[in-house]
């Protein structure tokens, strides 16, 4: 079946350094959603991506949608301390019957940043 | 507009009792999707559901677990007989429309502890 692999599973930075995870999936996504879980807190969602070589801004994160619509990343400038936390990526295949709430998540990167 | 609101939020039980898990949806939101998270791990989809309606459960095991979404009042995600491995947290989200390009908001969770 469809899987979305997300790599590191843990990334530990300084607080200023940038911060990159990574989601490739298996088949070629409708398109992918963003969440970020706080420690134990409930995700929360952050954006979604559509189109083939997608990118957009949040403030210090930018989000990538790549050409094959296979993988994804989320890059953040600057980290700071309130970016801790899980990322996680979601995305659901094209063309999936009977599966119409089906979002496959990955299994997220865990963020820590030391001030 | 308050949340996706889930109750009870933690939940102890002894192996084989059973367990319920209840989730109310945003206003106006008709469609609700239950996950289950390991510690560190992914979210996991089990059901989506519309009003009187299983739409998806693909991600559900087939014996003990049970999901609906009454005309009137709130969703519950049921587990029969539970045993240790049932212990995790049990995410509800919900959404306005059936389409996957809306965003999900997700509830607090439960987290289910089975001693």
């Known amino acids: 079946g469809q899987q979305v692999m997300q790599i590191p599973q843990y990334q530990h930075v300084q607080e200023g350094e940038d911060f990159t995870t990574y989601c490739n999936s298996s088949?070629?996504?409708?398109?992918i959603q963003w969440y970020k879980q706080r420690p134990g807190g409930h995700p929360v969602f952050l954006i979604q991506?559509?189109?083939?070589?997608e990118v957009k801004k949040q403030k210090r994160l930018t989000f990538q949608f790549g050409e094959a619509k296979k993988n994804s990343s989320l890059h953040i400038t600057a980290t700071q301390t309130t970016d801790v936390g899980t990322y996680f990526c979601a995305g659901v295949g094209p063309n999936v019957v009977g599966s119409q709430g089906n979002l496959i998540f990955g299994k997220g990167t865990k963020l820590s940043v030391k001030p | 507009n308050a949340g996706v609101m889930q109750n009870p939020r933690h939940l102890v039980r002894r192996r084989g009792q059973e367990a319920r898990l209840r989730c109310s949806p945003m206003?106006?939101?008709?469609?609700v999707y239950w996950y289950r998270q390991l510690p560190e791990e992914g979210l996991k989809f089990m059901v989506y559901l519309q009003k009187e309606n299983i739409i998806d459960e693909s991600g559900m095991p087939k014996e003990r677990f049970s999901a609906e979404f009454p005309k009137e009042g709130p969703s519950i995600l049921r587990i029969q007989q539970v045993v240790r491995g049932d212990s995790a947290a049990y995410f509800c989200?919900?959404?306005?429309?059936?389409?996957?390009?809306?965003?999900?908001?997700f509830g607090p969770g439960t987290r289910l502890t089975v001693l």
């Open positions: 206003k106006g939101h008709s469609h």
């Open positions: 088949t070629t996504l409708s398109n």
């Open positions: 991506l559509v189109k083939s070589g």
């Open positions: 989200a919900s959404s306005p429309s059936a389409m996957l390009d809306n965003e999900q908001f």
